[in-house]
């Protein structure tokens, strides 16, 4: 058995391996993502291009207008007149949120009656969501700040701090500075090894039945279990590979600290390679060629990132998307992956996705098996 089974891995090595430009392109891309997304992608959106339309010009008015400059959310990129020249920087894109500032300003502020108008650029959702919670919080912050001065110059308190009836303290668990890379990292690595198992076994079998090669295969002695074997161990290899690196560039490279048992993270992972190898050639196995495989399998990895935890939350989402989403093993191993990565949290505290991943391998594994069997015949 493991003569054959070790036939059929050589000759896959041999296939990868003959392609150089497809090799490097399996290991390294995975190191360019990660690094685009190191360097690209922010959920915390500052420096959001503003311009200002104030009406007043007093030292009220620029007072405030410092504070949001000064918060690091906002750039003043252009002043002007009034309410119809924000709206038109914004149309052209020169600006995604606009500040209007009535005339007198100071004096209602005294009154306390004054009111700025913020028009927001709503076609952008992280800059939306940012330049929203921002402006909101800048606003509370400033109009505490001038009740205080205001009590304080009544003589109502020798400390304006006393004035405050509550403080929030709030510390942050695992990721204190808020930084993008600490979170991405682990759903990184969850991803490219999902995208990089499924697409690479998807197209095991149809390369075969399209080259003509599968009835040669077939007359030798192997059985189909071997055949599959031998087929999805070059392929764990590769991506066994593609974790190091991963984790070294994350680690080394960007400062991404990892806390937990890296032993137990190996094996959960390839745990979880497995079932993504299984699901790969149930995908090859119902496939009548290479386009359709592809086709399935970038079909199954969007929806997989969409709907299991990967960017947007996934107790937010609908009840009946969360049960679909278990269709795909990301959805079990994105809480195991930031858990061990960020937490250092150990196997009692992910009981309930490790059973996950290992009945999902067993029944991925044998559908795959049953209908590879069914193909070959």
């Known amino acids: 058995m493991l003569k054959r089974v070790w036939a059929i891995t050589q000759k896959e090595f041999i296939t990868t391996f003959r392609d150089r430009g497809t090799l490097a392109i399996i290991l390294l891309m995975p190191l360019v993502q990660l690094t685009l997304f190191a360097y690209g992608v922010r959920t915390d959106v500052k420096h959001i291009p503003m311009v200002v339309a104030d009406q007043s010009l007093d030292r009220a008015s620029r007072a405030y207008i410092d504070d949001l400059v000064q918060s690091g959310y906002f750039d003043v990129v252009q002043?002007?007149?009034?309410?119809a020249g924000v709206v038109s920087l914004i149309d052209q894109g020169k600006a995604k949120l606009g500040v209007v500032i009535p005339n007198d300003f100071s004096g209602q502020v005294d009154r306390h009656t004054a009111s700025i108008l913020f028009l927001v650029d709503g076609s952008d959702p992280f800059t939306t969501q940012s330049a929203y919670n921002a402006a909101n919080l800048i606003a509370q912050q400033h109009s505490v700040q001038l009740v205080l001065e205001e009590l304080s110059r009544l003589g109502s308190t020798s400390s304006g701090f006393?004035?405050?009836?509550?403080?929030?303290?709030?510390?942050?668990?695992?990721?204190?500075?808020?930084?993008?890379?600490?979170?991405?990292v682990p759903g990184m690595i969850a991803m490219l090894l999902q995208i990089q198992a499924i697409i690479l076994t998807a197209l095991a079998v149809v390369r075969e039945r399209e080259a003509g090669t599968i009835e040669q295969v077939l007359v030798t002695p192997i059985r189909p279990g071997e055949l599959m074997l031998g087929?999805?161990?070059?392929?764990?290899?590769?991506?066994?590979?593609?974790?190091?690196?991963?984790?070294?560039?994350?680690?080394?490279?960007?400062?991404v600290p990892f806390r937990g048992d890296f032993v137990l993270f190996f094996w959960l992972v390839l745990l979880y390679i497995i079932s993504g190898l299984g699901l790969g050639l149930l995908i090859s196995s119902i496939s009548q060629n290479q386009q359709q495989a592809q086709q399935l399998a970038m079909m199954t990895m969007l929806l997989g990132l969409i709907i299991s935890g990967f960017v947007f939350p996934h107790y937010s989402m609908p009840i009946v998307l969360r049960g679909i989403s278990y269709i795909f093993p990301l959805t079990a191993f994105i809480p195991i992956a930031r858990g061990i990565f960020m937490k250092g949290i150990g196997l009692p505290f992910l009981t309930n996705q490790v059973l996950f991943l290992v009945v999902y391998d067993v029944v991925i594994l044998i559908i795959a098996a049953r209908l590879f069997r069914q193909t070959l015949d």
């Open 79 to 83: 002043s002007v007149p009034d309410q």
């Open 162 to 184: 006393s004035l405050v009836p509550l403080t929030a303290q709030i510390r942050i668990l695992y990721n204190p500075d808020l930084k993008d890379l600490w979170f991405f």
């Open 231 to 255: 087929k999805t161990l070059p392929y764990l290899l590769l991506a066994i590979i593609n974790l190091v690196s991963i984790i070294l560039l994350g680690t080394v490279g960007f400062g």
